[in-house]
């Protein structure tokens, strides 16, 4: 079993920050990109941020210089600090993981693909 617990959402004014943390764990036994997707009522799933396990970062062009994706490794933690926060950015934020629940699956190069509860961001004008 593996699960990815999120934590930091929030209602926030404007031009105010948030900082987004998620957790995982379980049968782990290694993790590849970890993410951060939202979605907005009516709209389709996007991916907001991703992080390698080596620590290439890739961003949505509407969060660019606004957000910054980052990883714990030693505590299969990732976190996304959201700064200059915009009303558009309301959203249910998920977390994503990609990852091998075994040496077997390592070796085969089979992953997971896990997914978090999602954690309610609401921004405010």
């Known amino acids: 079993q593996v699960q990815l617990v999120e934590s930091g959402g929030g209602l926030v004014q404007a031009g105010g920050s948030l900082r987004l943390s998620c957790a995982a764990s379980?049968?782990?036994?290694?993790?590849?990109?970890m993410g951060w997707y939202r979605q907005a009522p009516g709209k389709q799933r996007e991916l907001v941020a991703s992080?390698?396990?080596?620590?290439?970062?890739n961003y949505a062009d509407s969060v660019k210089d606004r957000f910054t994706i980052s990883r714990d490794n030693a505590k299969n933690t990732v976190y996304l600090q959201m700064s200059s926060l915009k009303p558009e950015d309301t959203a249910v934020y998920y977390c994503?993981?990609?990852?091998?629940?075994?040496?077997?699956?390592?070796?085969?190069?089979?992953?997971?693909?896990?997914w978090g509860q999602g954690t309610q961001v609401t921004v405010s004008s």
């Open positions: 994503n993981a990609n990852l091998y629940r075994s040496y077997a699956d390592l070796f085969r190069q089979i992953w997971y693909d896990a």
């Open positions: 992080i390698s396990s080596g620590g290439s970062t």
């Open positions: 379980g049968t782990i036994v290694s993790i590849q990109t």
